[in-house]
């Protein structure tokens, strides 16, 4: 794929990407944009690597969830450090608070679990399409979806 | 499947405000631009140094024939001359080719010595140049 056509095919995807990062950040805005920018540079290095045979939606997802769970693990080696100083917290716009109960209920789920329910939920994938999107295996993501949905549920509902 | 309708009706209603899609696209933009000007670099530097490579190779090749031909037509008198020695070790029947090979080795050596540290002081220069530029 041409830098061209890559840019065309982005500029279709990018609203679905940074929605689904804004969600996976539990809204902050300021870190979901910096993760997808950081995805589509990373896509754009790879695109050699991208088969037409995937869905390009896909591909991205799998590149910003890789690029969000690294970002997970930068942070908790910086935790100790930010705990020492003042811990960032997101800009609270209108639009966060909005959200903020579903943020707060997102936030308590592991990665993983908050991944899956994104995907199934928000952006309506299939199980397999979630297996191939954060390579696990088709029982451990029912399971990640299972749990999820479960706590869900319930911190919204006490939430409410 | 209570849970499920629940859930999908919380996220059919997340419609966040994610700005700008221009300014988004823009930043993006700029940043290909900037990953562009960093591979064009590396690919003039790995070219450069391929260049280098072959030049120092060439010039040790030619410093060895040089040498070869400079022993070959070199008068009489053995460069290490073995009867002086007084010993019959093996090393020493073959010391004209030990001392072609040592020669040739450090000739090399000496090359390589002398490409880096002209291709150092010519990317220090251009440093320089690129920081009075910015300035």
């Given at each position: 794929m041409?830098?061209?056509?890559f840019?065309?095919?982005?500029s279709?995807e990018q609203r679905t990407?940074?929605r689904?990062?804004?969600a996976?950040?539990?809204?902050d805005?300021?870190?979901?944009?910096?993760l997808?920018?950081e995805?589509l540079?990373?896509?754009?290095?790879?695109?050699?690597?991208?088969?037409?045979?995937?869905?390009?939606?896909s591909?991205?997802?799998k590149i910003?969830?890789n690029?969000?769970?690294?970002?997970v693990?930068?942070?908790?080696?910086l935790?100790?450090?930010?705990?020492?100083?003042?811990?960032k917290s997101p800009?609270?716009t209108?639009?966060?608070?909005k959200?903020?109960?579903?943020?707060m209920?997102?936030d308590?789920?592991s990665?993983k679990?908050?991944?899956?329910i994104?995907?199934?939920?928000m952006?309506?994938?299939?199980?397999?399409?979630?297996c191939?999107?954060?390579?696990?295996?088709?029982?451990?993501v029912?399971?990640?979806?299972?749990?999820?949905?479960?706590?869900l549920?319930?911190?919204?509902?006490d939430?409410? | 499947m209570?849970?499920?309708?629940l859930i999908?009706?919380?996220?059919?209603?997340?419609k966040?405000?994610?700005?700008n899609?221009?300014?988004?696209?823009?930043t993006?933009?700029k940043?290909?631009?900037?990953?562009e000007?960093v591979?064009?670099?590396?690919?003039?530097?790995l070219?450069?140094?391929?260049?280098?490579?072959?030049?120092?190779?060439?010039?040790?090749?030619?410093?060895?024939?040089?040498?070869?031909?400079?022993?070959?037509y070199?008068?009489?008198?053995?460069?290490?001359?073995?009867?002086?020695?007084?010993?019959?070790?093996?090393?020493?029947?073959?010391g004209?080719?030990?001392?072609?090979?040592?020669?040739?080795?450090?000739?090399?050596?000496?090359?390589?010595g002398?490409?880096?540290?002209?291709?150092?002081?010519?990317?220090?220069a251009k440093?320089?140049?690129?920081?009075?530029y910015?300035?």
């Amino acid at each position: 794929m041409k830098r061209e056509k890559f840019v065309i095919e982005l500029s279709k995807e990018q609203r679905t990407l940074r929605r689904f990062l804004l969600a996976l950040c539990c809204g902050d805005q300021s870190q979901a944009d910096d993760l997808a920018q950081e995805t589509l540079i990373k896509a754009y290095l790879s695109i050699d690597r991208y088969s037409e045979i995937e869905k390009f939606s896909s591909w991205l997802k799998k590149i910003a969830y890789n690029t969000f769970l690294d970002n997970v693990k930068s942070q908790r080696r910086l935790s100790s450090l930010e705990a020492a100083t003042n811990e960032k917290s997101p800009v609270e716009t209108d639009d966060f608070l909005k959200y903020q109960d579903l943020y707060m209920a997102l936030d308590k789920l592991s990665p993983k679990e908050r991944t899956a329910i994104l995907l199934y939920y928000m952006d309506g994938y299939a199980i397999k399409e979630i297996c191939e999107i954060v390579d696990c295996t088709e029982s451990a993501v029912k399971q990640q979806l299972s749990r999820g949905r479960k706590q869900l549920k319930t911190m919204l509902e006490d939430g409410r | 499947m209570e849970d499920d309708k629940l859930i999908r009706c919380i996220f059919e209603d997340y419609k966040p405000d994610l700005g700008n899609d221009n300014d988004f696209m823009l930043t993006f933009e700029k940043k290909l631009e900037m990953v562009e000007l960093v591979k064009r670099h590396r690919k003039t530097n790995l070219r450069h140094m391929k260049m280098l490579l072959a030049i120092t190779f060439l010039l040790g090749v030619l410093s060895a024939v040089f040498v070869v031909l400079l022993i070959s037509y070199s008068p009489s008198s053995p460069i290490v001359d073995i009867d002086s020695l007084g010993t019959g070790i093996l090393m020493f029947v073959n010391g004209r080719i030990i001392v072609l090979g040592t020669l040739s080795m450090l000739m090399s050596l000496g090359v390589i010595g002398f490409v880096s540290l002209l291709y150092n002081w010519l990317n220090s220069a251009k440093e320089n140049e690129t920081i009075v530029y910015r300035r």
